[in-house]
């Protein structure tokens, strides 16, 4: 919402508060300012000119040169390019030295041999946003729409010297969606009184129940409706204060008619609508619900489809307006208009959310509508209208109001005790200033035995329990007055949990090696939610989707993390290293809510090394993943647990692919993205990760144990073994360790040969074997009684013999 400072001095009385410091009070008092804009900042030496003359300039057919009277005796040169500048026009005129936003400064010039001492101004070219100009300058200078004096200064005469307060209004605080309603708030803040506008209406001999009767048929949806009837207007501009205070507002001028309904719609908060009465094809107005397949094109000359869950304006046969959210084409106010009807009602916010929601229009009328307007306003706010119309179109406002009045709804009385109020809020107010506060919000009240029983006016349906109105207290006693203690009670400070701590680890050891971290939508499509995910069941479609790329809770990481690398690679970005730590939902049997599981997914492509003057380039390959994630079990003091086995996953490739395994128990996968997805995908050769970071961080650890210093050396053995190339180099690593007994310290693989002069089907691994006693030194008859067993195992297992 946004308040002009100007116009809320009409209700309250802001002497000695400048608007900046209000915006502080309104903010520490429960509704954020956003900001304060002051319009006209900035801008300097802007004046009212007078053009005296204007033809064509001698030496340029699309300028004009200008005779301009701008209050200084001698009238001034200016060459304008505008279309539609012509002689005798009040215009604003940016003098030599004026200052236009941007720092843009005005100089003299010569156009084309012609002298130039100053700008004519479009209203855009004074900061004002092109959406918000009526169509009639859009296109050129502004022309003042009555009569001004040559010389006076502008920024006052076009509202610039205003400053505007953007409120950041909750749903609940649906009364301060008005100028009134602000003026309450400011008015309870101040302690000062709230002058409201006392509508007038004089009407003609005729009655408006002759001109139109009112049917309701939907008492459930439309309560309320009210309508008047103003005769003989003259559609035309606005006045230009009324035009400057609805762009100041956000709101586009479009005629006198049209400008007082949004008027009063920010005045009041009371949506209102102008029908073209001789457009309307009938005498009646009746309110029901539309037919299913019925059509209406609206006043953006879209034509819409209306469903029986749509509210609709009738002439007792055909829709003239979709209620409470936009009119129809075929009852607009024109030009030519000269009786007008005024429509104002109360309708159900839930209704009118419907049909905003299914037809994509969301207005200012709606926004009110939907978070509930005061109905005790609603036949003033016409009033109002018809008194604006008739003093500013000229129009005769017939007799008489026509409605239909099924409404019940009546203040709401609610009770809280001081004692209750003091409790709550831990302060030891007074009743009288109890008193004091409700009496500046405007609230009828009575005190029996510190029992305050307050009716609440109809303005404020947000206060309906005690709660309410001991917020209400709190707001404006001050919550910066409210005491601040210590908790009582035993406290523990604040740590994080192991899973907590462990997965911070995890991402700082992964950005640490030089992968960045991503955030993918949890939402995917049914063509990739079953792709790479470690546990195939049936996923969680969602009631309502948003698009069916959105429709489905993922059950994988990797289908949207292979989409970040696509995007990056197609942006030029060759090398990619990136992760995401997130969770996968996996349906539960007879359980609404699914269970949601931690993962963990990593993709890497392009150099892994990049290439210096004194270093090497290296790609990233299987090995680089591998390593990533053998780093990470040694963080986390998994590295004896884990192993990795051969494996075939769907879209990985088939020999560059393995099982990753937790005690044996497999947890996820690593390797290359099959060529034929890379493909698909635009990628480069691709290595991934997906496994279940639940089961990793929830692994029981042992404490870490400190060993010593070796104080004896060990003895290391080198081997080469001749085996099948089906089999795997893990699978005799372990058998080694298992044989190798008390003695045998590590084993590492150094080599694998499948060369010219190695016997087909055949393949050599080499491995480092370490021995080592930590109380002795041990002799070369011990070792090679181990290492022994080592070779006998290993031919017995693996029909495994030392490579000659």
């Known amino acids: 919402m946004f308040v002009s400072y100007k116009w809320l001095q009409e209700y309250v009385d802001l002497t000695g508060v400048t608007a900046e410091e209000l915006a502080e009070k309104i903010t520490r008092s429960g509704i954020e300012v956003e900001g304060v804009d002051h319009l006209g900042e900035g801008i300097s030496g802007i004046v009212v000119g007078h053009v005296l003359e204007c033809e064509q300039h001698p030496n340029a057919d699309k300028l004009n040169k200008c005779l301009v009277d701008v209050g200084e005796g001698e009238p001034v040169q200016i060459i304008c390019g505008a279309p539609n500048v012509a002689k005798g026009q009040k215009v604003v005129v940016a003098k030599v030295g004026a200052v236009l936003p941007g720092n843009f400064k005005i100089k003299k010039a010569k156009l084309r041999g012609e002298e130039s001492n100053g700008m004519i101004c479009s209203l855009q070219e004074l900061g004002f946003e092109s959406k918000l100009v009526s169509k009639e300058y859009a296109e050129g200078i502004f022309v003042f729409p009555h009569d001004v004096e040559p010389g006076t200064d502008a920024i006052a005469a076009l509202n610039l010297d205003d400053k505007v307060l953007e409120l950041g209004l909750t749903p609940n605080r649906a009364d301060a969606m008005s100028m009134m309603g602000v003026a309450y708030e400011v008015a309870a803040i101040l302690g000062t009184d709230v002058k409201l506008p006392q509508p007038k209406v004089s009407t003609s001999g005729e009655k408006a129940k002759d001109y139109i009767s009112i049917?309701?048929?939907?008492?459930?949806?439309?309560?309320?409706?009210?309508?008047?009837?103003?005769?003989?207007?003259?559609?035309g501009p606005s006045p230009l204060w009324l035009q400057t205070r609805l762009m100041a507002e956000g709101i586009r001028p479009h005629n006198n008619v049209v400008d007082i309904t949004n008027y009063i719609l920010l005045e009041y908060g009371q949506p209102l609508h102008a029908f073209d009465y001789d457009r309307l094809g009938s005498k009646e107005i009746l309110v029901r619900r539309a037919n299913n397949g019925e059509k209406i094109t609206t006043l953006d000359d879209a034509e819409r489809t209306l469903t029986d869950e749509h509210l609709v304006i009738t002439n007792g046969t055909v829709p003239v307006a979709l209620a409470?959210?936009?009119?129809?084409?075929?009852?607009?106010?024109?030009?030519?208009?000269?009786?007008?009807?005024?429509?104002?009602?109360?309708?159900?916010?839930?209704?009118?959310?419907?049909?905003?929601?299914?037809?994509?229009?969301?207005s200012e009328a709606s926004a009110r509508f939907e978070k509930g307007i005061d109905?005790?306003?609603?036949?003033?706010?016409?009033?109002?209208?018809?008194?604006?119309?008739?003093?500013?179109?000229?129009?005769?406002?017939?007799?008489?109001?026509?409605?239909?009045?099924?409404?019940?709804?009546?203040?709401?009385?609610?009770?809280?005790?001081?004692?209750?109020?003091?409790?709550?809020?831990g302060t030891e107010i007074s009743k009288e200033k109890v008193e004091a506060i409700f009496t500046n919000l405007k609230f009828s009240f009575t005190v029996d035995n510190d029992t305050f029983h307050v009716t609440v006016p109809t303005r404020r349906p947000d206060i309906t329990i005690e709660e309410d109105l001991i917020e209400e207290v709190a707001r404006l006693y001050g919550y910066d007055e409210l005491p601040t203690t210590l908790p009582v009670g035993e406290s523990k400070p604040g740590r994080l949990t192991d899973y907590q701590a462990k997965r911070r680890l995890?991402?700082?050891?992964?950005?640490?090696?030089?992968?960045?971290?991503?955030?993918?939508?949890?939402?995917?499509?049914?063509?990739?939610?079953?792709?790479?995910?470690?546990?195939?069941?049936?996923?969680?479609?969602?009631?309502?989707?948003?698009?069916?790329?959105?429709?489905?809770?993922?059950?994988?990481?990797?289908?949207h993390l292979l989409e970040v690398v696509s995007h990056d690679l197609a942006r030029q970005?060759?090398?990619?290293?990136?992760?995401?730590?997130?969770?996968?939902?996996?349906?539960?049997?007879?359980?609404?809510?699914?269970?949601?599981?931690?993962?963990?997914?990593?993709?890497?492509?392009?150099?892994?090394?990049?290439?210096?003057?004194?270093?090497?380039?290296?790609?990233?390959?299987?090995?680089?993943?591998?390593g990533i994630l053998e780093g990470l079990f040694e963080k986390l003091g998994l590295e004896n647990r884990t192993s990795f086995l051969q494996a075939r996953v769907e879209g990985m490739h088939p020999g560059r692919t393995a099982a990753v395994l937790l005690d044996n128990k497999e947890i996820g996968f690593v390797g290359q993205v099959h060529p034929n997805v890379q493909k698909d995908l635009d990628l480069t050769p691709t290595?991934?990760?997906?496994?279940?970071?639940?089961?990793?961080?929830?692994?029981?650890?042992?404490?870490?144990?400190?060993?010593?210093?070796?104080?004896?050396?060990?003895?290391?053995?080198?081997?080469?073994?001749?085996?099948?190339?089906?089999?795997?180099?893990?699978?005799?690593?372990?058998?080694?360790?298992?044989?190798?007994?008390?003695?045998?310290?590590?084993?590492?693989?150094?080599?694998?040969?499948?060369?010219?002069?190695?016997?087909?089907?055949?393949?050599?691994?080499?491995?480092?074997?370490?021995?080592?006693?930590?109380?002795?030194?041990?002799?070369?008859?011990?070792?090679?009684?181990?290492?022994?067993?080592?070779l006998k195992a290993v031919a017995e297992k693996f029909n495994a013999t030392l490579r000659s």
């Open 573 to 626: 970005i060759d090398s990619v290293a990136t992760y995401e730590t997130g969770s996968v939902f996996i349906p539960r049997p007879d359980q609404e809510l699914p269970e949601e599981k931690e993962h963990l997914a990593i993709a890497l492509t392009g150099s892994w090394l990049s290439p210096t003057w004194q270093g090497e380039k290296k790609a990233v390959d299987f090995y680089v993943v591998k």
């Open 687 to 790: 290595y991934v990760v997906e496994l279940s970071l639940k089961d990793v961080l929830e692994a029981d650890v042992e404490e870490i144990l400190y060993q010593p210093i070796p104080r004896f050396p060990s003895m290391t053995r080198d081997i080469a073994l001749v085996v099948d190339q089906s089999v795997a180099a893990g699978d005799m690593k372990q058998v080694i360790i298992e044989a190798g007994g008390k003695l045998l310290r590590d084993v590492t693989i150094f080599d694998l040969y499948e060369g010219e002069r190695m016997e087909p089907g055949k393949k050599s691994v080499a491995y480092s074997i370490k021995y080592f006693d930590p109380e002795r030194t041990l002799t070369e008859e011990e070792v090679t009684k181990a290492h022994e067993k080592v």
């Open 324 to 362: 409470g959210v936009m009119g129809g084409a075929n009852s607009e106010v024109k030009s030519d208009t000269t009786t007008v009807l005024i429509e104002s009602a109360y309708f159900t916010g839930s209704t009118i959310r419907k049909s905003s929601k299914d037809h994509g229009l969301r």
């Open 215 to 235: 049917s309701v048929e939907a008492k459930e949806d439309n309560p309320l409706y009210v309508a008047r009837v103003v005769k003989n207007v003259n559609i």
């Open 375 to 425: 109905p005790n306003r609603t036949r003033e706010a016409a009033d109002r209208a018809a008194e604006l119309m008739a003093e500013f179109a000229g129009g005769e406002v017939l007799e008489g109001v026509v409605a239909v009045d099924t409404l019940d709804i009546e203040p709401v009385n609610v009770s809280v005790t001081l004692d209750r109020i003091n409790k709550v809020l």
């Open 506 to 559: 995890v991402r700082r050891y992964l950005e640490g090696v030089g992968l960045y971290q991503s955030i993918t939508y949890s939402l995917t499509s049914a063509e990739k939610v079953n792709k790479y995910a470690l546990e195939q069941t049936e996923p969680i479609r969602l009631a309502m989707p948003m698009s069916e790329e959105r429709s489905l809770l993922r059950l994988s990481l990797l289908p």
